[in-house]
């Protein structure tokens, strides 16, 4: 494991997972930026404190997030460090199998954007209260990371296909679309056009796809305990303004959790939730997703585990019954007449492992690896299984040319290179002068090279990625390349951004009354000239004049706007009387 080092946190991050990992670049975020986490932040520990579950106020704190200003990574790790975790900032949506693995390694990725101040209720985009807000507090409890753990180890073993991957760039184009505030019309509904294409390419529901629904339903919106009263726990939920509270009303169905139903039930992330799962306990969540690891194709290997990952395009690994693990990507198979896989072929850079350690020299087969699965024709022994005089007997000697013929009819001619036994099993024969054959077709040619030949009676495991992932960097998944737009600001909105820091200016620093009254009246009269529709920056200033007591004709001066601003629809009313309620007024 190799250290990722930036301006903000010094976490060691897989190799595989380097790539995932930016730069937060705190001074980016705008005095706005920091108000709209304030607000959010205010709101949730006002009403979470009674309706979240027990570790989420006592985590805000041990996990080194502050109500006050976006939290600094670096800071984030020094508290996490302490329960043995770390986070990363990542670019908006990863895909499933990544973020599993990031976790399964104890490390929260949390990307690093916020939500703009018109989406400050709720946005279909990851940004930084969803990630640092939402799932760090609750990493507290013991239980709960354990089985964020535990989730993340089978989550990044969990075999996708190319359709999934193809929605993940759908969903993260159209999470990203919809928190650009320059995105026109035409190009959201273009992005919610390809989004539904991309569902409906979808045939089959793979295994990442199945635990990204687990995931979606516990970790991202789950509740916990009593299903009459529930607690909240799900990311998504302890980060929302409007859906943590409407969360808990009677039209949102509580169900009570099954891995089964949560599995079979499919969700959208730019929508509010319709029902909501609820769990007894974390341990519940525990025995779910170890049950169904159990289901999963590292567990059961065979035929169909090789034709599930043969529809990834990315770096899976096969599991031989002797213990050699094959990672690379898997392109070809060939099957008897029973349908069974008989050989498989990777495309591109392909490593030999065992016991998750690559084997020395066979660490990048770069054009790719074939090689049979079965028994030798008339031998009941697996050849892995061969002792010494097995071999002889069987005409495999070093030097000494000798013909394999399977008993699927696939069949290897060669002078015998070496044989290579880990754990006293054989694991690889290396042939020189080879070549393979199977039903007429030349699966490897003489003039391509040493032929390294696995050996295994059958494939007792499949898995997504490679089995030594440190060596071999290759990923299961790589970044996308549709990233959002940094944006551009204009003189009137850095006009604002001014305004807001002299707000928050007035409220840290506390300045004698006369120059707070000063300030505050003259930032009043900038708003009242220029930014007519701004509610919260008047929430903040209402905040200041309320607490001090300054300035009664300002103070009901604002309360008129909010006042006048509440009839511009009915969120925006619910977010003005939530603040007037914090404020006291």
Not at 265 to 284: G, M
Not at 565 to 579: P, S, T, V, Y
Request: glycine share 8%; net charge negative; with cysteine.
């Amino acid at each position: 494991m190799n250290r990722v080092e930036s301006d903000f946190s010094l976490v060691q991050v897989p190799v595989h997972l380097r790539e995932f990992v930016v730069e937060q670049d705190y001074e980016r975020y705008t005095p706005v930026d920091h108000a709209v986490w304030r607000y959010v932040m205010r709101q949730n520990l006002s009403f979470l404190s009674k309706k979240a579950h027990a570790a989420y106020v006592d985590g805000l704190r041990t996990s080194g997030i502050s109500v006050e200003r976006i939290p600094n990574i670096r800071e984030m790790n020094e508290s996490l460090a302490q329960i043995g975790w770390g986070a990363v900032t990542i670019n908006g949506f990863i895909p499933a199998v990544a973020f599993f693995d990031f976790q399964a390694h104890g490390i929260l990725p949390i990307a690093c954007d916020i939500r703009q101040y018109d989406h400050i209720a709720y946005t279909p985009a990851p940004d930084i209260i969803h990630e640092a807000a939402g799932h760090a507090p609750i990493i507290k409890d013991e239980k709960y990371r354990s089985y964020l753990k535990l989730f993340g180890e089978i989550g990044s073993r969990a075999l996708s296909s190319r359709e999934d991957y193809e929605l993940y760039e759908a969903i993260r184009l159209l999470s990203i679309v919809k928190e650009d505030p320059e995105s026109t019309d035409e190009e959201i509904r273009a992005a919610e056009l390809a989004l539904e294409q991309k569902a409906q390419a979808v045939k089959e529901v793979s295994e990442a796809n199945q635990l990204a629904r687990l995931y979606w339903w516990t970790v991202e919106y789950g509740l916990i305990g009593d299903l009459e009263n529930p607690q909240i726990y799900g990311a998504g939920l302890l980060s929302s303004v409007g859906e943590s509270m409407s969360c808990l009303k009677d039209d949102v169905k509580k169900i009570p959790f099954s891995l089964q139903a949560c599995i079979e039930t499919d969700y959208d992330i730019t929508k509010p939730q319709p029902q909501l799962f609820v769990c007894r306990d974390f341990d519940e969540l525990i025995e779910a997703v170890q049950e169904f690891a159990k289901t999963m194709a590292m567990s059961v290997g065979g035929t169909q585990s090789l034709i599930k990952a043969s529809k990834m395009p990315q770096t899976s690994t096969s599991v031989y019954s002797s213990g050699l693990q094959v990672s690379g990507v898997l392109s070809e198979l060939e099957f008897d007449d029973r349908g069974e896989a008989v050989y498989l072929k990777t495309t591109g850079p392909t490593a030999l492992a065992v016991g998750d350690k690559e084997l020395p020299g066979h660490g990048n087969h770069a054009e790719g690896f074939g090689s049979p699965i079965g028994l030798l024709a008339g031998e009941p022994t697996p050849l892995e299984e061969f002792t010494d005089g097995q071999l002889e007997a069987y005409g495999i000697v070093v030097d000494q040319t000798t013909t394999l013929t399977f008993a699927s009819g696939v069949q290897v001619v060669g002078k015998v290179a070496y044989i290579r036994r880990e754990n006293g099993k054989i694991v690889l024969i290396g042939f020189d002068n080879c070549t393979v054959t199977y039903r007429g077709k030349t699966l490897f040619m003489s003039e391509w090279g040493t032929y390294d030949m696995a050996v295994g009676e059958k494939i007792v495991s499949v898995f997504a990625g490679a089995a030594d992932r440190e060596a071999f960097a290759t990923g299961t998944h790589k970044p996308s390349a549709v990233n959002a737009r940094r944006p551009v600001y204009s003189p009137e909105q850095k006009r604002l951004h001014r305004l807001y820091q002299q707000v928050r200016d007035i409220r840290e620093q506390a300045p004698a009354a006369e120059t707070a009254q000063r300030v505050l009246a003259e930032v009043l009269r900038e708003v009242d000239e220029a930014y007519t529709d701004d509610w919260l920056i008047r929430l903040e200033i209402l905040e200041v004049l309320h607490k001090r007591g300054l300035l009664p004709d300002k103070q009901a001066q604002l309360r008129l706007a909010l006042e006048a601003l509440r009839e511009k629809g009915e969120e925006q009313a619910q977010l003005i009387d939530n603040g007037l309620l914090l404020i006291g007024t």
